[in-house]
């Protein structure tokens, strides 16, 4: 599983995993490797969040007010 792939996509494919395993008929190998699969995207998708929430944090202050930061240099 590449973990360069996007916060969509990551949820988009494990959406379908899920599908796939709540209609029930999926043989037993399947249902494994679509688990495993499914943990991985999970984490993935863990991942980006957390990473999210850092910038949310740098981007706003402890108080909530937005405050300025630099990007590439120059302060916005």
């Given at each position: 599983m590449?973990?360069?792939v996007s916060f969509e996509e990551a949820i988009t494919k494990?959406?379908?995993i899920v599908e796939k395993l709540?209609?029930?008929d999926v043989p037993l190998e399947d249902a494994i490797s679509y688990f495993k699969e499914g943990m991985q995207l999970s984490s993935i998708c863990?991942?980006?969040l957390k990473a999210?929430?850092?910038q949310m944090a740098v981007i706003l202050g402890e108080d909530g007010e937005l405050r300025?930061?630099?990007v590439g240099g120059e302060e916005a």
């Open positions: 590449e973990k360069n494990l959406e379908e709540e209609q029930g863990d991942e980006k999210a929430e850092e300025s930061f630099a």
